[in-house]
């Protein structure tokens, strides 16, 4: 699997975990897969951009971080600015 995919994906799995914290199995219903070159929630769980607290999955600092990037970076391309 691509790693532009893979990221793309990391990035759905923050900014659908940055609506509202989830609990553990909702997160795991929505978001484990079989596949093992899919690795989304492994992924973003390693590099620390999520959090798990007694069965509350949220956005952890570094998640948010993340987010804030890439949303500036979104807004700043020609695509990001077009109205709709």
């Known amino acids: 699997m691509s790693t532009d995919i893979v990221e793309a994906l990391i990035l759905d799995l923050l ?13 795991m219903d929505a978001w484990r897969t079989s596949c093992p070159r899919l690795t989304v929630w492994e992924d973003a769980n390693d590099r620390g951009l999520i959090r798990v607290d007694h069965e509350i999955v949220g956005v952890s600092e570094q998640g948010l971080a993340l987010l804030q990037r890439r949303r500036a970076k979104w807004r700043g391309s020609p695509r990001g600015n077009r109205s709709v």
């Open 15 to 27: 900014e659908w975990l940055h609506a509202r914290e989830r609990t553990y199995s909702q997160t």
